[in-house]
Nanobody, 121 residues
C-alpha cells in the first residue's frame, strides 16, 4: 500500500507565499512523475505543475514564473513553492504520483487527500 501525505496549505494574503509538501510512503519501487493539481469550487480539477523522475517540469500557464515544483527522489517527496499568490489561486490542492511501481511490481496512480489554499485579497 502507498500513501501520499500533503502539508503546507493555509490562508495567506495576496502577494504572499506558501510551500506545499507531499511525501509518498509505503511499498514503493519507483515513481514516474509527481505533480500538483487543484480544484476550485464549481470548477474541474486542473494540473498546476508536474515533475518527472528525471527532473523535467511542466506548469499551467497562469502559474509560470510564480510557482516552482521540485522533487527529492530519495525521499519520494514533491514540493510546490508558491510565490506572488493571487485570490484566483484559491483551491484545494492535490498531490498526484503517476505510475508508481510497487515492490511487488504492480503499477498504480495515487492521490493525496488534498490541502486547502486560500488567498485573501
Amino acid at each position: 500500500q502507498v500513501q501520499l501525505v500533503e502539508s503546507g496549505g493555509g490562508l495567506v494574503q495576496a502577494g504572499g507565499s506558501l510551500r506545499l509538501s507531499c511525501a509518498a510512503s509505503g511499498s514503493i519501487f519507483s515513481i514516474n512523475a509527481m505533480g500538483w493539481y487543484r480544484q476550485a469550487p464549481g470548477k474541474q480539477r486542473e494540473l498546476v505543475a508536474l515533475i518527472t523522475s528525471g527532473g523535467s517540469t511542466n506548469y499551467e500557464d497562469s502559474v509560470k514564473g510564480r510557482f516552482t515544483i521540485s522533487r527529492d527522489n530519495a525521499k519520494n517527496t514533491v514540493y510546490l513553492q508558491m510565490n506572488s499568490l493571487k485570490p484566483e489561486d484559491t483551491a484545494v490542492y492535490y498531490c498526484n504520483a503517476d505510475k508508481v511501481v510497487t515492490t511487488t511490481f504492480h503499477e498504480y496512480d495515487y492521490w493525496g487527500q488534498g490541502t486547502q489554499v486560500t488567498v485573501s485579497s
